[in-house]
């Protein structure tokens, strides 16, 4: 832990390294969706989704044993608590996915991806209670204030009223959205928990190690599942096109190896919070790319995520 203290204070132009891997994280996460959204009329949605890890996985264990051979380090040592906390991430990462595509056969799906943006809020209070990592009052409140910035995002071009709010708020679709984001939220912070379960490397060699076993894990279940199910098609469809998914693999193992990086140099939740600049960057692509015009709910979110993400790196 004092290793991981210390390097809350590296800096780079005055920037903070955790700050920088986050940006690198949010940055290749955003091109991966756009590599997924462009790939989902080919491959379909399990198709788009398992891009992300089948061709992360090579890609993932060159950065790792590239810098392992040059740093001279030896592998990071395992232990039944690492395996522990990767397979409850994996498995929580697994029921992510069940949730939101539960969420997505209802008609009205707006509110509960809504709620499942409030992972970032659960993230923190998982991490207090699994790591021992208590954020403050302050970092609490701006986590709040961006939580309620993407909720808005979220229901921006919805019908929602003050009639049906209540109607809303109590259905499936909403239940489903939360418990979305407290296993997204989970998976997140049992990762860091596998991570600081290892046994000698370097951080950043223990970040991508935790990584790429990550990656393995989520390639083999997902394509074993897809193989003996309907989606088998899909799966095929995935490998007869491996020249236009290789880039999603590619900017997937980037954002995976920087995420698992940024929440062993820092907090899971604040990481995760500055990483929802994610947000306004694909926002802006929409804005200067695809010349989709912004309403009022979603400029005053836009402004409100913005002021949450400063808050952050001004009490970080």
Not at 35 to 51: E, F, H, N, R, W
Not at 169 to 175: E, K, M, N, P, V
Not at 269 to 296: C, D, H, Y
Request: aromatic share 12%; proline share 1%; net charge positive.
């Amino acid at each position: 832990m004092r290793l991981i203290n210390s390097l809350k204070e590296i800096s780079v132009l005055g920037i903070e390294l955790w700050v920088l891997v986050t940006l690198l994280a949010a940055t290749a996460q955003t091109f991966r969706s756009l590599t997924q959204k462009k790939m989902k009329p080919v491959l379909g949605d399990t198709g788009a989704s398992y891009i992300r890890f089948s061709y992360a996985l090579p890609f993932a264990w060159l950065w790792v044993l590239g810098y392992q051979a040059m740093s001279g380090l030896a592998m990071p040592g395992t232990s039944v608590m690492f395996w522990v906390w990767l397979s409850a991430a994996s498995l929580m990462q697994v029921l992510f996915t069940i949730f939101l595509i539960r969420m997505f056969s209802h008609r009205s799906f707006a509110a509960g991806t809504a709620f499942s943006k409030t992972e970032v809020l659960q993230a923190a209070v998982f991490e207090a209670l699994v790591v021992g990592v208590v954020a403050s009052i302050y970092t609490v409140f701006a986590i709040a204030l961006g939580a309620v910035a993407v909720v808005l995002l979220s229901l921006a071009k919805t019908n929602l009223n003050r009639g049906n709010m209540v109607s809303v708020l109590l259905s499936r679709q909403t239940a489903l959205g939360l418990l979305s984001g407290a296993t997204l939220g989970l998976s997140t912070v049992f990762f860091k928990a596998a991570v600081l379960a290892l046994d000698g490397g370097d951080w950043l060699l223990s970040a991508g190690y935790t990584g790429a076993m990550a990656v393995t894990v989520q390639t083999i279940c997902m394509g074993l599942w897809m193989y003996f199910s309907s989606a088998r098609n899909e799966l095929v469809l995935s490998l007869v096109h491996w020249r236009s998914s290789l880039s999603a693999g590619f900017y997937g193992a980037v954002a995976t190896a920087a995420w698992f990086t940024a929440f062993t140099l820092y907090a899971v939740a604040p990481v995760r919070a500055v990483g929802q600049i994610e947000l306004l960057f694909t926002m802006a692509l929409s804005f200067f790319v695809l010349k989709e015009k912004t309403n009022t709910i979603e400029t005053l979110a836009i402004i409100l995520l913005v002021v949450s993400i400063i808050m952050i790196l001004l009490g970080g």
